[in-house]
């Protein structure tokens, strides 16, 4: 095992409660300089609780945090600036119709009453050359991709003088060629000196880029160890408490009947065209993914599918009728189901129970009503149902929705909407920011819904989930349809150049 140097924060014995649960008890582990630290663990494990905490945005109610060697209380985000705590939060911090420097000076500024433009843009540029960052300064944010924003959150940190920099699911959704470019900068910031710390999801790139790990579950610290003793079968097992379960691929079976038919569609906005020319099929019994760095019309086409987006030219049929022709009850009714891409926007009220929101779109459904009403034994039952089927947790049907862990959420969210029979699945990022075993619980459900004749569009920005469930992949890039692979002929490396506009020749 490498030797770690001298750490630089080091959490002892941090507990912190909301309400009755526990989302940190007796947290203790180091940071070290000039490493990359990764922290993993299911949702709910409380991984963002305990990097809250360092970054000032949470007080913990037992404990201590040493930085550098000595006891620090971190009452806000900017102490913890001050300190040279940085972070970039999952969902970006920037103003988009502002231009980058404009971004990354904002809350810092040189001087109170003037700003001057050629000096601050002269010093930024320094920065930007000496890290090896690729955005234009002077260009505004709206027009960025999601990478290049990502490296303005970086560079925030950067002029901020941050020495230790958190990074919360920062490939979330990146292309592979921009996560391997990111943790390419991470390494040189390494080597000037600065501590990384990155939550994530993904096991792989835990394995590849980090240093050292620290795992979490149900709020304690299960290990901290050096990467280089893990492979991913053990760090899933320490996060997962047992060992992971394959997944069961069932019998192929023909694919005959196109549940789906999208022809000849376009979608223009004021200013742009988000969808040309798409045309594909989803046959029943198959499982069709879709690629793409985010922005490039996968929102768009799932919005014109779900019905949401209306406006468009060309046909979407469901079963050879017209989806324009349906009203939404009606479509559900007819076996047509959406697992939408925000569940807490889209799919979910959070102050809910889950018995309340185990109904949402069932609510005309004669098995649960009681004359004009809705029955509360029937519909606690139809709840309680769902939740042991689908393994939530805690399982009690009165717990508010935002009691749960993503992870949690997103299993009623998938229980409910394939619990009538599913005749197409529209999976928009099912599996966005939760942890594998509900991600593995997730995807086995998919292949047994495709067993029995659904015909699932997966929509993802997680390549290994297209690469694993799909058995044709399409690459949206610029709105338009660029490649097509069956699961034989697709791999991660040709993906993602198709999903940038490259290709293999």
């Given amino acids: 095992m490498a030797e770690l140097r001298t750490p630089i924060v080091e959490f ?12 940190n008890r007796d947290v203790s582990f180091s940071i070290h300089h000039s490493t ?3 922290v993993v663990g299911e949702n709910g494990a409380g991984k963002s609780t305990i990097m809250k905490i360092l970054y000032g945005m949470l007080e913990p109610d037992k404990g201590d945090i040493y930085f550098k060697g000595r006891a620090t209380k971190i009452r806000s985000p900017e102490e913890a600036i001050s300190l040279g705590i940085g972070m970039v939060h999952q969902h ?7 231009t980058v420097w404009e971004n990354i000076i904002l809350g810092k500024e040189p001087t109170p009453w003037l700003i001057e433009r050629e000096s601050i843009i002269g010093e930024l540029e320094t920065l930007r050359k000496e890290f ?18 990502q490296q303005v959150e970086l560079l925030k940190l950067l002029y901020r003088k941050s020495d230790i920099l958190i990074l919360d699911e920062p490939t979330a959704v990146l292309s592979p060629q921009e996560v391997e470019s990111l943790f390419e900068k991470l390494q040189n910031l390494k080597k000037v000196g600065k501590s990384i710390i990155v939550i994530t999801h993904k096991l792989k790139e835990i394995l590849k880029h980090t240093d050292s790990v620290t795992i979490l579950r149900q709020g304690s610290v299960v290990e901290s160890l050096a990467t280089e003793d893990l492979s991913e079968e053990s760090l899933a097992e320490k996060m997962m408490g047992h060992k992971r379960a394959p997944l069961k691929y069932h019998a192929e079976q023909l694919h005959q009947t196109a549940t789906l038919k999208v022809s000849s569609l376009v979608l223009k906005k004021p200013t742009t065209q988000q969808l040309n020319n798409i045309s594909f099929e989803v046959n029943s019994g198959e499982i069709v993914g879709v690629a793409g760095i985010e922005g490039n019309g996968q929102q768009e086409l799932i919005e014109c599918i779900a019905g949401i987006e209306r406006h468009f030219k060309g046909q979407i049929l469901f079963n050879g009728r017209d989806i324009l022709e349906f009203d939404s009850y009606e479509l559900k009714q007819s076996g047509f189901s959406i697992i939408p891409p925000d569940r807490h926007f889209e799919a979910v009220v959070l102050p809910f129970s889950l018995t309340e929101n185990a109904i949402l779109g069932h609510h005309k459904e004669k098995e649960i009503q009681n004359g004009f009403f809705l029955s509360k034994r029937k519909t606690a039952s139809l709840a309680s149902h769902m939740i042991q089927r689908f393994d939530v947790r805690p399982s009690d049907p009165e717990l508010s929705m935002s009691s749960l ?20 699945l529209l999976a928009a990022h099912p599996t966005r920011g939760i942890d594998i075993g509900a991600v593995d619980f997730i995807h086995q459900h998919f292949l047994e819904l495709k067993a029995n004749g659904t015909a699932i569009l997966l929509v993802s920005s997680e390549l290994d989930e297209i690469l694993k469930l799909s058995d044709r992949i399409l690459v949206l890039f610029q709105g338009k349809i660029v490649a097509q692979f069956t699961k034989e002929t697709a791999n991660e490396r040709a993906l993602g150049l198709s999903m940038t506009g490259g290709s293999l020749s």
Avoid at 12 to 23: D, P, Y
């Fill in 12 to 23: 002892s014995k941090i507990t912190k409660s909301f309400g009755a649960v526990v989302a």
């Fill in 36 to 38: 990359i630290h990764g």
């Fill in 92 to 98: 970006f911090m920037l103003v988009p119709t502002l």
């Fill in 132 to 149: 090896g960052f690729q955005v234009e300064l002077t260009q505004k944010v709206e027009k960025l991709s999601v990478g290049h924003q």
């Fill in 405 to 424: 862990s993503g992870g949690n959420q997103q299993k009623l969210v998938v229980a409910r909407e394939t619990l009538r029979p599913v005749q197409f």
